[in-house]
Every structure is written in C-alpha cells, then in structure tokens.
C-alpha cells in the first residue's frame, strides 16, 4: 500500500520569501517520490524525483525537496518566492507501475 | 504531434448519457495512464494500461466506467449512463516505462472537463 498527504491545501507566501510545501508518506517498500507541478490551465509536469540517489534532490525553477526516512516526509522548497511560482503542486509516490497523488497544495504569491 | 493529447477538452452531458474521452500519448510511450482529477480531492487513478494490456484497473469506480486501447497508442475511457458525480477532469498520462517500479517521468495532457448536468 502507498499513499501521500499533503498539509494544507492551500500556501500564501510573499514574493522573496521561502516557500515550503509539505509531503508525507506511506509505502510498504522503500518509496520513490515525486513533485509535480499544474500551472493554472495546463498539464502535470515533473518537478523533480527521489529514486533511493541522494537524499537531496534539486529540480526545475529553484525547487529542492529533501528525502528523511525517519519523518517519512518530502518536503517541497525554494528559497525565494517568484510570481510565476503560482500554481497547483502534487506530491505522488510509487511502490508499483502507478503513482499515487496527493490532493494538492495550491500556492499563491502575494506582491 | 509532441505531447500528450486528450479530446474533447470540455464536454458537457446530460444525466444517464454516454461518453468517450480520448487519449493520444506520445508516439513510443507504452505506458498509458487514466487519473480523475475533482476538486478538492488531488489526482485519482482510475487505470494503467502496457501496450494494449490493463494490468492495473482497480481504480476504476464502478461498471460504469471502462477503458481500452488499441494498437498499442490510441485510448478511450468511456463512462455509461454518467452521473453528476461522475463531473471532474480526466487526465490522460504516458510514459516509457514498461515493468516493475515506476521510477520515470509521467507526461501528461491538459484533460478532459466533463460536466454532467
């Protein structure tokens, strides 16, 4: 069994601040982890993923997300907020051929 | 084409009519994914298909709900008789993956919008 929760469904952050989106997870295996992205009117795509490599993983637009086995969690950060980071952010796991989603966090950027 | 393509992008339907989504991915992926996307309650997955073979579809949520494809490209989830509850966005994946833990990128499409009135 596999699943994810993502804590709060809704993030505001100021533009230059720190963002943090939080993951945490459940798998019977040693997980791996995913974040991906939904800017408003488009497709899913890859953040970035954690494949049992290191367990600090940078991805696309500034966004870096930590693997801890012992809090079960995947944390999602960026150091400095941007306007165009406005969007819906999935965290998903896989312990099989498919992912299992979270429900979402959506960010919103405050000017 | 380069992506994932779903049609049609919005439907809008009757109570207890039928519908077909369809599902282009990307030519040479194997993998095919359908997810249902609702308000408030993030990405469900319905089926996996590999090649024309659905090894996984116990997310689909009733015998309402099928799904094939065909030729190892071309999908269509169909939903009979559809319900308002059955309202959401359905979302269509595709990836190179062919077996075991799925450690690669999913390349979705913009989904489909149905709404059932």
């Known amino acids: 069994a596999q699943s994810v929760t993502q804590l709060g469904s809704h993030v505001s952050v100021s533009e230059g601040a720190l963002v943090l989106l939080r993951c945490n997870y459940s798998s019977s295996v040693p997980p791996y982890l995913f974040w991906y992205v939904q800017y408003p009117n488009q497709g899913l795509q890859l953040l970035l993923k954690y494949t049992s490599a290191a367990t600090l993983v940078k991805g696309i637009n500034g966004f870096e997300a930590e693997f801890k086995k012992s809090e079960t969690s995947f944390h999602l950060t960026k150091p400095s907020a941007h306007m165009s980071d406005a969007a819906e952010y999935f965290c998903?796991?896989?312990?099989?051929?498919?992912?299992?989603f979270g429900t979402g966090t959506r960010l919103t950027i405050i000017p | 084409g380069a992506g994932v393509s779903q049609s049609p992008s919005n439907k809008v339907t009757e109570k207890g009519k039928d519908v077909e989504l369809r599902c282009d991915p990307i030519?040479?992926?194997?993998?095919l994914y359908w997810y249902r996307q609702s308000l408030g309650q993030g990405l469900e997955f319905l089926i996996y298909f590999q090649g024309n073979s659905a090894p996984d579809k116990s997310g689909l949520p009733s015998d309402r709900f099928s799904a094939e494809r065909t030729g190892g490209s071309v999908s269509t989830l169909t939903i009979q008789r559809t319900q308002q509850e059955d309202s959401a966005v359905y979302l269509c994946a595709s990836s190179f993956h062919r077996q075991g833990r799925n450690t690669g990128e999913l390349f979705f499409g913009e989904g489909s919008r149905l709404t059932v009135l």
């Open positions: 030519s040479g992926h194997t993998a």
């Open positions: 998903a796991v896989s312990a099989s051929e498919k992912l299992t």
